[in-house]
C-alpha cells in the first residue's frame, strides 16, 4: 500500500485552488459558505488555519494538546493572495506528511486524542474539500472532487460510515451536507481517528477500512513487516473488517490492530476482536503472529494489553478465544493472558478446540 496521503492533500489543495481562483474579483466577504454561519473569506482562513495546524502537530510530534499557535492573515490581502497561503499551508501539511515516519504520532482529541499522518492528511483534505464545497455553494460555483479523495477520507477518519452510492455523496451526507436515500440526516458528527494501544515491547495499531481493504488484497496495509508478514489470519481478519465496514456494523475500537515492535518499527501480527460485544457485553478475540517473531512472548504482552484495554470499557463485561487442541503454544499464550478454560468437551463442529474465558 503506498502512502499516498502527502498526494492526497496536494490534489485537494490544488483542485480547491483551481475552482475558487475563478471566483477572485467577487466580494467573498459579505456571502455565506453554504449553510455554515461563515463569509466564504472567513471559510477559506479557517481551511488554511487547520492545514497549518495540522503540519505543526505532525511535525512537532505535539503531544497532549494543541501547539499555542495560530495563523493571522494581514488586513487588506486579497482574495488571490489568501488563495496563496491555502496553497502554502497545503504545501507544508504536504511535507510534514511525506516526511513523518509511518508511526509517528501527534494530539488531535476525536476520539482517541491522538492522530497518524494518513489521519492528519484525511483531516487536511476534509478541511479542504468539505470547505470549498460550502464556498463554492455560496459563490454559485460548480464543484466536486475526484472520488479518491472522499475514499481516502471515508476510508481514514469515517471508519463508523457504511460506504453508499458514491463516495462523494455519502462523505456530504455524513456531514450534514446532504441526503442518502434510506438514512436519516446527520445533525452531528465527529470523524474518527484510530485508535492505538501500548505494549512494553510492541504497539497495538489499529487498522482502517482503507489499510484493511489493501491487507484483504494482498497489500501490507501501510506497514513494513517482517519476513513472512503478514500471516494468512490478519489478512482473514482485515477481509473481516472491510465486510463489517461495508455492511455498517464495524466499529473500530473493536476491529483489527497490528502489533507493531518498537524496536525496529516492523509489523510482526494481527490481533483484534471477532465484532463487537453481543447482548452478554462478551467479545471474542484472536490473534496470529508471523512465524519469525513467535516465541518470544510477543504474542501474550499484546493479548494481556488489548483484554486489559477492553476490560476497563463499561461495554465489556467478559472476553472469550478458542483454541485448537493441537496448539499447545497458544494454549499457553492465552493461559498466561489469564484467560480461563471453560468446560471439558471441547467446540466447534468437530470438537477440535478449547473455550477459554476472561473476566475483570
Known sequence: MTDMGGERVREAVAG???????????????????????????????VASCLLAYAGQLAGRVQGAYSPFRISIVDG????????????????????????????????????????????????????????????????????????????????IFPHVQPGPGAWRTLLWATGRGELPGRAPVTEW?????????????TLEGVTPLAAADLAAGGDGGFEWVEGGPFEGTRDAAGMTVKAYEAGVHRPEFGLFVLVRHEDGRAIGGMGFHGAPD?????????????????????????????????ARADVRSLCATVDRDNLPSQRVVERAGFLRVGEDGVGEDGEQFAYELRP
Do not use: K
Open 190 to 202: 465527529r470523524w474518527n481517528n484510530n485508535l492505538v494501544i501500548p505494549a512494553e515491547r510492541l
Open 77 to 156: 490581502t486579497s482574495n488571490e493572495e489568501l488563495l496563496q497561503v491555502l496553497e502554502t499551508t497545503g504545501a507544508l501539511l504536504t511535507a510534514a506528511v511525506r516526511t513523518a515516519p509511518r508511526e509517528a504520532r501527534a494530539f488531535h482529541p476525536y476520539p482517541f486524542r491522538s492522530a497518524n499522518r494518513d489521519g492528519f492528511a484525511a483531516m487536511g483534505v476534509a478541511e479542504v474539500v468539505l470547505h470549498t464545497h460550502d464556498i463554492a455553494e455560496g459563490l454559485g460555483l460548480t464543484y466536486e472532487p475526484p472520488a479518491e479523495l472522499a475514499e481516502f477520507v471515508l476510508g481514514t
Open 16 to 46: 480547491a485552488v483551481a475552482v475558487l481562483r475563478t471566483a477572485t474579483e467577487r466580494d467573498w466577504e459579505s456571502v455565506d459558505a453554504g449553510s455554515l454561519t461563515w463569509s466564504c473569506r472567513r471559510t477559506t482562513e479557517h
Open 279 to 311: 447482548e452478554d457485553d462478551r467479545a471474542e478475540v484472536g490473534y496470529d503472529l508471523t512465524e519469525s517473531a513467535r516465541g518470544r512472548g510477543y504474542a501474550t504482552e499484546a493479548l494481556r494489553a488489548l483484554a486489559g484495554w477492553a476490560l
